[in-house]
């Protein structure tokens, strides 16, 4: 693990979403808050869920069936088995496996939820779920199954069976046994409270982490597409006063506002300027501060509902052990999450069209204002056996495409499930999963579109009258060209393609933050 930043404490005080990424890539030390005071109080509600017990009082989820069933009375002497039998008939998820860096983020997001206090479970309970993210105990999650508002109880199903040692976890780089990995770290296995089971997967944990880890990839992609938009500026001849402070003050969304910024100052524009060949460049450059505008202006309430479901009790029942009372209610329901996941996928799409579009302009000499067709850098002899970058072109078409047809909203496909008890629910974790497949999509477009405008400024470069690059383009350049050398001959840009993709993932430039 690299520890280079400051360890991240679960427990009373609120979490923020790079608290999730940097404990999703493994890159900082966590802490259980350990005071004596908050230690009583998260031991005080179990130990009022338990004198309810004895006093044999009718609690949702402990001394009845789950749900629907929730009419159904289980006596006392079958109450201790409910827990495992909702973790095991929860079994039943499908579709891939969440990969570790998520895994992480889902086991984060649901202690953090706990350690509200008020979900009635034991310190016990914390501290080996928290043990779970220290040791790397990953797990394995089928990613699908989840309505998103009776919690995700099935993908959670298989934070509990695991904890309780049934079925697997990934563990040092293996696929293992829960229960062998337990013996292998001296741990017995929990054995779920009445409640605890319910409080483990009756939450919003899995589309939170999801929606963490979005958050943090469409916060770079954000300064990234405008970083490529500067460098297409460039290689496009394009002008920039479309960017002008005053021109933007007349509009001032300020994330459209800091977008423009940012883009006079990779320009280095600080006077108007002439423009070299159209008065007003197509859209997907004059409006680009306007398309990524409306991600940089969501990113404030996307961060809010994030960060308010990452940081709340988001299960049912709420377990009051203060004023003694059992509040039954849905906050499992992940309506916030959902919104906020339908709404990125679609901002972020969004900016896969913008880069493509501008991508179209760069390979077509009809639109790229000198530059060679799809930007090969041939010499004029081998030029017509050479292609540059048609097909980079192409995939990106598809990329976008196939990111565009991501957008339909989840939301909206509400299904009566679980006869009829679940008749409303939030779907968030499609929204979530789909945001993250848009994520992949659109970072693919934005790998092409970098390397284009890398080869456009270089191509611009060639020339005898080259003007030069402004520094914060010309650093990037330089630093570009480490790793990916001008397109001369043609050769099959997978490679690069992919190393522009880890780049990106490991979010390798500084860019405008
Ligand atoms: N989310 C439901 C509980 C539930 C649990 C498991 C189920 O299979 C169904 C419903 C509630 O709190 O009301």
């Not at 695991?162 to 017995?188: C, I, K, P, Y």
Request: proline share 5%; glycine share 8%; aromatic share 6%.
């Amino acid at each position: 693990m690299t520890t280079h930043l400051e360890p991240v404490t679960f427990g009373e005080r609120a979490l923020r979403i790079e608290d999730v990424l940097a404990l999703a890539n493994r890159q900082a030390p966590t802490h259980l808050q350990g005071d004596a005071a908050y230690r009583q109080r998260i031991a005080k509600g179990a130990q009022f869920l338990d004198s309810l017990l004895d006093k044999e009082g009718v609690i949702y989820g402990v001394t009845t069936g789950y749900g629907d069933s929730c009419v159904v009375a289980v006596p006392l002497q079958h109450v201790e088995a409910l827990p495992r039998h909702l973790y095991t008939f929860h079994g039943c998820g499908l579709g891939k496996l969440l990969d570790a860096q998520a895994t992480r983020a889902v086991l984060a997001a649901r202690l953090q939820s706990l350690c509200h206090g008020v979900s009635g479970v034991r310190v016990e309970l914390l501290e080996r779920l928290h043990a779970f993210l220290e040791h790397d105990v990953l797990p394995l999650i089928p990613e699908e199954g989840s309505v998103g508002a009776s919690g995700d109880l099935t993908p959670l199903s298989y934070v509990a069976a695991t904890l309780s040692g049934e079925r697997e976890v990934m563990f040092r780089g293996e696929r293992r046994q829960a229960a062998e990995v337990h013996r292998e770290l001296g741990w017995d296995p929990l054995v779920l409270r009445p409640k605890e089971a319910l409080a483990l997967m009756n939450g919003t944990a899995v589309m939170t982490g999801l929606a963490c880890l979005a958050f943090a990839r469409a916060n770079y992609l954000l300064q990234l597409a405008t970083r490529i938009t500067a460098l297409n500026v460039v290689a496009l001849q394009g002008n920039p006063e479309h960017f002008d402070e005053r021109l933007f003050a007349a509009k001032p969304h300020p994330g459209q506002m800091q977008v423009a910024a940012w883009l006079r100052k990779d320009l280095a524009i600080d006077a108007p300027t002439a423009p070299l060949h159209r008065l007003q460049d197509r859209y997907s450059l004059r409006c680009a501060p306007h398309v990524l505008g409306v991600l940089a202006d969501s990113l404030g309430w996307l961060r809010g509902f994030i960060e308010t479901e990452l940081n709340s009790a988001n299960d049912n029942p709420i377990i009051d052990a203060e004023e003694e009372r059992v509040l039954h209610g849905g906050h499992f329901y992940g309506g916030h999450i959902a919104f906020a996941m339908d709404s990125l996928k679609t901002l972020v799409a969004n900016v896969a069209d913008l880069l493509d579009r501008q991508l179209a302009l760069l390979v077509d000499v009809r639109y790229n204002h000198g530059l060679p067709s799809n930007l090969s850098g041939a010499p004029a002899d081998r030029a017509m056996i050479n292609h540059g970058f048609k097909a980079v072109q192409i995939g990106t078409s598809a990329w976008t495409a196939e990111a565009l047809k991501n957008t339909m909203p989840a939301s909206v496909f509400s299904r009566s499930t679980e006869c009829h008890n679940q008749d409303k629910v939030s779907m968030g974790t499609i929204a979530a999963r789909d945001a993250i497949r848009v994520l992949e999509l659109t970072e693919q477009v934005a790998a092409a579109t970098l390397l284009a405008a890398n080869q456009g400024v270089w191509l611009r470069a060639q020339a005898e009258d080259a003007r030069p690059l402004p520094p914060a383009l010309a650093a990037m350049h330089e630093q570009l060209a480490i790793d990916f050398p001008p397109v001369i001959e043609d050769r099959a840009l997978e490679g690069e393609l992919r190393l522009c993709l880890q780049r990106i993932a490991e979010q390798h430039w500084r860019l405008h933050a």
